[in-house]
């Protein structure tokens, strides 16, 4: 009797699962144990899914990605790669964990060229993208794909009205649920959403868009940096933008265009750029070959002449109505001498490494002689300078001038003093969260200040020192910038109060002596204060107070971008 009733559960059960296979599931019922019917049902749901006409689901190999304590470091755990054909749109949904230590301890999105592997041959990135609204750009830029920070906006609220938004980022990421949208539009641009919902309820929106490939895929994946994700689901529809409608140019400027050019050098270009506005407001650098000039100089004699220059393409490429600029030049005699007439700003540099020092030209003056016995003052873009050497006393830095027939040259006398200590790269490469001074124990009731010289590519504010306050084993208080900027849980109740006239800062990093002094009060708050004498004499002053710290274990250090200092006390 028992052999006849398991023979006929299962002759039940392989009923059920050819059944499964018939297009209409909902016209049976079953006798079966009761885990059973959710099983089929499961199947059936699945089936479904994947028959929805214009939706594709995509299977997720790897459902956990990351160490689940969170241990996964920068670029150590990756998400399946998910390829995005062109004119189509990639929903991503995961749930995101992070340490809660530092802002990037979340997902990260990288966006790709279609390889294989990213350790292969050929791999390119389009860009990276933080959940913290930060990003960089990949080797897809030399392609013609840059990646461009102003284009990242993001509604990140200030949830508990400190002022601080993002202590309340990181507490609304522990857990959140996150979709990712990315619209690979057939107009040959990439559009990002990443959507954030929290456990506490906090939505959180972040946008990015820049151009890639309109013809071939691209690849997208997600990267731990201190954090692990739970996939969820994984489709793609077709894309949303459909239609971009083409506009015209309204303007057009030059920049970088020759002052003077010597007689017998037929280049009225030379380095220039031209930047096209469009109508809906967007700009673009243009190639110098989809130029025109209408009006061009006569190089063939001395002085003053005018170039006009011309664009007629839309921003699709479709010729129109021309816009136009001008410019003007001189043709000179050739230069037969120059000589420094007014000394630069800055005329003595502090090193440290034994790399030579880049010379900063800003200030100064060179008058040339021409063949006629005339002068004039020579552009500083017409010039070229040599490295200072990092040996101390006077050190002489060549300028040449380069002209049609021959190289004009003459130096210019500065002086070099060795300072005690370092961080950073001499040319300015730099990259944030890389360098580091050594770390200094702020006792509780004392203060612990450092010297340093300041040296800047001037391009960015934040390209200057900033102070790091944490504990001895580097869990962080707070960072601190040099203009006016702060984050970390101990920032909070900070107060930040400053003089800086904002035209002028950066221009006058390069050169600066900043001296920061830490303050350890003693009832669990610190100040941190930044004393900066610009190179022409300005001085300026950056002031915290009161960031949260343990008293009783403080420790204070550099870090920087783009930039880089020279410890002299």
């Not at 539009?185 to 820049?210: I, W």
């Not at 989809?290 to 100089?297: G, L």
Request: aromatic share 12%; net charge negative.
């Amino acid at each position: 009797m028992k052999k006849i009733m398991r023979n006929t559960l299962f002759a039940e059960i392989v009923a059920v699962f050819v059944l499964v296979g018939c297009e209409k599931l909902e016209t049976y019922s079953i006798q079966a144990p009761s885990d059973l019917q959710s099983r089929i049902d499961s199947i059936a749901a699945e089936k479904a899914k994947h028959s929805t006409g214009d939706t594709i689901y995509i299977d997720i190999a790897t459902a956990i990605v990351g160490a689940e304590d969170n241990s996964s470091g920068w670029w150590s755990a990756f998400s399946d790669y998910f390829t995005i054909p062109p004119n189509k749109l990639f929903h991503l949904e995961f749930v995101n964990h992070g340490t809660g230590v530092n802002n990037w301890n979340n997902w990260n999105l990288a966006v790709t060229n279609e390889v294989a592997d990213r350790n292969g041959e050929g791999y390119k990135e389009y860009f990276v993208l933080r959940s913290d609204a930060y990003g960089w750009g990949g080797t897809m830029a030399a392609e013609g794909f840059p990646y461009d920070a102003a284009m990242i906006s993001y509604n990140y609220p200030d949830t508990d009205g400190d002022g601080d938004i993002w202590n309340d980022f990181r507490q609304t990421m522990q857990g959140a649920r996150v979709t990712i949208e990315i619209d690979h539009s057939a107009t040959g641009n990439a559009f990002v959403t990443a959507t954030a919902v929290g456990t506490n309820g906090v939505e959180l929106v972040m946008t990015y868009q820049q151009p890639v490939s309109a013809a071939n895929n691209i690849v997208a994946f997600l990267v731990t940096d201190g954090s692990y994700f739970e996939m969820k689901k994984a489709y793609l529809i077709p894309s949303k933008i459909t239609v971009v409608e083409d506009v015209a140019p309204v303007s057009i400027v030059v920049t970088g265009t020759p002052e003077f050019v010597e007689f017998g050098n037929e280049d009225f270009w030379g380095e220039a750029i031209a930047t096209v506005t469009y109508a809906d407001g967007s700009s673009d650098v243009v190639d110098k070959d989809d130029i025109s000039f209408t009006v061009i100089p006569d190089m063939s004699t001395l002085g003053k002449k005018t170039v006009i220059v011309s664009y007629s393409k839309t921003k699709q490429g479709a010729y129109g109505p021309a816009v136009s600029t001008l410019y003007t030049l001189e043709v000179t005699n050739p230069v037969t001498s120059m000589v420094v007439t007014t000394m630069p700003v800055i005329t003595r540099y502090y090193f440290f490494s034994d790399e030579p020092v880049l010379f900063s030209p800003k200030g100064l003056v060179v008058t040339a002689t021409y063949s006629d016995g005339t002068t004039g003052i020579l552009p500083i873009a017409g010039l070229t300078f040599s490295r200072i050497p990092a040996a101390e006393g006077t050190r002489e830095v060549m300028i040449s001038y380069v002209g049609a027939t021959s190289t004009v040259t003459t130096t210019c006398p500065v002086t070099m003093v060795k300072g005690i200590a370092q961080v950073g790269f001499n040319d300015f490469s730099t990259p944030w969260w890389t360098q580091f001074s050594d770390e200094y124990t702020v006792a509780s009731g004392a203060s612990k200040t450092l010297t340093m010289y300041c040296y800047s590519n001037n391009l960015q504010n934040y390209h200057s020192p900033c102070a790091i306050l944490r504990k001895a084993d580097k869990t962080e208080y707070a960072v601190v910038r040099m203009d006016h900027f702060g984050w970390g849980d101990g920032y909070a109740a900070a107060t930040a109060t400053s003089n800086w006239n904002w035209d002028t800062f950066k221009p006058n990093i390069n050169g600066s002596r900043v001296v920061i002094t830490v303050t350890n009060k003693g009832d669990n708050t610190a100040n941190v204060h930044y004393d900066v004498t610009y190179a022409n004499g300005e001085t300026h002053f950056q002031n915290y107070e009161g960031i949260a710290v343990d008293s009783a274990d403080l420790n204070c250090a550099i870090v920087l971008e783009g930039s880089y200092v020279v410890m002299v006390e």
